[in-house]
C-alpha cells in the first residue's frame, strides 16, 4: 500500500511520509541533550503524580499500600522516588546546561554566518 498525500476526493488520507520522532530526538539540530533530559525529568514526575503513584511512596517509610502487594508497590515507590530526586538534583544543571550549550551554538553560528558576510564580494550597498 503506498501512501499518498491529502486531496480534495480523499482529505483523511495518511501522509506521503510520516516524521520519526526518533530521529528529532537525537539530532543535533535540535535542543542540546542536557535541556531535552532536563525538561523529560519533571515531565516524567507529573506524569507518575498524574497516575497516582505519589501515594505509593508511603511503601519507602514501610506504610502499606491498600490493596497492592508489597512485591508491586516497593519498586513503584522506589522508582517514583528516585524520579522526584533526579527531578530535584539532575534537572535544574541540566535545563542550565543546555540553555548555555544552546546560547553558545547561536553565537557560533552567528560568528560563522559573520565570516561568511564578510568573506563575500562587495556591492554597491556596501560603497559608503
Given at each position: 500500500?503506498t ?5 480534495a476526493?480523499?482529505?483523511f ?8 520522532l ?18 523529560a ?27 497492592v502487594p ?22 535544574p ?15 557560533e ?6 565570516e ?9 550597498r556596501?560603497?559608503p
Open positions: 500500500m501512501a499518498k498525500t491529502p486531496t476526493d480523499d482529505p488520507a495518511p501522509p506521503a511520509r510520516l516524521p520519526r526518533g530521529a528529532l530526538w537525537r539530532t543535533r539540530r535540535h535542543a542540546p541533550w542536557p535541556l531535552r533530559y532536563g525538561l525529568l519533571p515531565l516524567a514526575l507529573g506524569l507518575m503524580h498524574l497516575v497516582g503513584l505519589r501515594e505509593w511512596v508511603g511503601v519507602v517509610s514501610g506504610t502499606p499500600v491498600p490493596g508489597f512485591a508491586v508497590a516497593a519498586p513503584v515507590g522506589f522508582v517514583y522516588v528516585l524520579t522526584w530526586l533526579a527531578t530535584l538534583a539532575l534537572a544543571p541540566m535545563l542550565l546546561a543546555g540553555a548555555v550549550e544552546l546560547g553558545l551554538r547561536r553565537r553560528r552567528a560568528a560563522s554566518k559573520g561568511a558576510d564578510s568573506a563575500r564580494a562587495p556591492g554597491p556596501d560603497e
